[in-house]
C-alpha cells in the first residue's frame, strides 16, 4: 500500500474508492459498467453497505492504477476496527449512554464490570433513567438483572423499578 492509502487504515475501503472516483470526476454507472460490475454493487459498496470483495478490488485498482492489494488491506483494517469496536462493547456499558455521575464516588474506568456487577446495577435502577437502565439491561442481560432485582418475570425489554431498595 502506498503512502497516500496509509492515512486510511480503519476506514471502510467504499469511501476511498468514493474519494478516488470524485479526485478524477468519474462517474460511478459509467465505470462500474466499464469494468463489467453492476452498478448497484459499486452504490453498495460506496453507501458502506458491503464490503470490498477480493476479485471486486482486484478489478478497481487495475481501472484506476492503484496498488494492487491496497483496498483489500484497507477492508482488513476497517474489518479489524469494527471487531475491535465490538469487543469494547462486551468489557463495559456504552458510556455515552451511562452518565457518569452516577458513579461520583467512583472512578467509572476502574470499575470492574463482571465482579462489580450487583453495584452496578443497583446503583443504575436506582438512580438511572430508562436509557441507562436499557443500556444496563442490555450489557448484563435478563438473568442477572432478575437475580439483582429480585424479580421474577421480565418480560421483553419492560424494566424492573426494585420496589424492594429503599432510596437513600
Same mark, same amino acid.
Request: glycine share 6%; no cysteine; hydrophobic share 35%.
Given at each position: ?6 492515512? $486510511? ?6 469511501? @476511498?474508492? =468514493? ?11 459509467? $465505470?462500474?459498467?466499464? *469494468? ?8 453498495? *459498496? ?19 492504477? %492503484?496498488? !494492487?492489494?491496497?483496498?483489500? %488491506?484497507?477492508? @482488513? ?5 469494527? =471487531? ?13 449512554? *451511562? ?11 476502574? +470499575?470492574?464490570? !463482571? ?5 452496578? %446495577? ?12 436499557? !443500556? +444496563? $439491561?442490555? $450489557?448484563?442481560?435478563? =438473568?442477572?438483572?432478575? !437475580? @439483582? ?20
Amino acid at each position: 500500500m502506498t503512502k497516500e492509502f496509509e492515512r $486510511f487504515k480503519g476506514i471502510h475501503p467504499g469511501a @476511498v474508492f =468514493e474519494r478516488e472516483l470524485n479526485k478524477r470526476k468519474l462517474s460511478q454507472r459509467p $465505470f462500474a459498467l466499464s *469494468i463489467g460490475e453492476h452498478p448497484q454493487s459499486l452504490n453498495a *459498496i460506496i453507501k458502506r453497505k458491503r464490503g470490498m470483495s477480493t476479485p471486486l478490488a482486484l478489478k478497481i485498482e487495475k481501472a484506476l492504477d %492503484i496498488e !494492487e492489494g491496497t483496498f483489500m %488491506i484497507l477492508q @482488513v483494517y476497517h474489518d479489524i476496527r469494527k =471487531e475491535k469496536q465490538k469487543q469494547n462493547a462486551l468489557v463495559h456499558p456504552d458510556f455515552s449512554i *451511562i452518565n457518569k455521575v452516577l458513579f461520583w464516588d467512583t472512578d467509572i474506568n476502574k +470499575i470492574d464490570w !463482571e465482579q462489580h456487577y450487583k453495584y452496578v %446495577i443497583k446503583r443504575v435502577f436506582q438512580r438511572g433513567d430508562d436509557e441507562e437502565k436499557r !443500556e +444496563i $439491561f442490555r $450489557f448484563y442481560g435478563k =438473568e442477572r438483572i432478575k !437475580e @439483582v432485582t429480585g424479580r421474577s418475570t421480565i418480560s421483553g425489554n419492560s424494566l424492573p423499578i426494585m420496589p424492594h431498595l429503599e432510596m437513600r
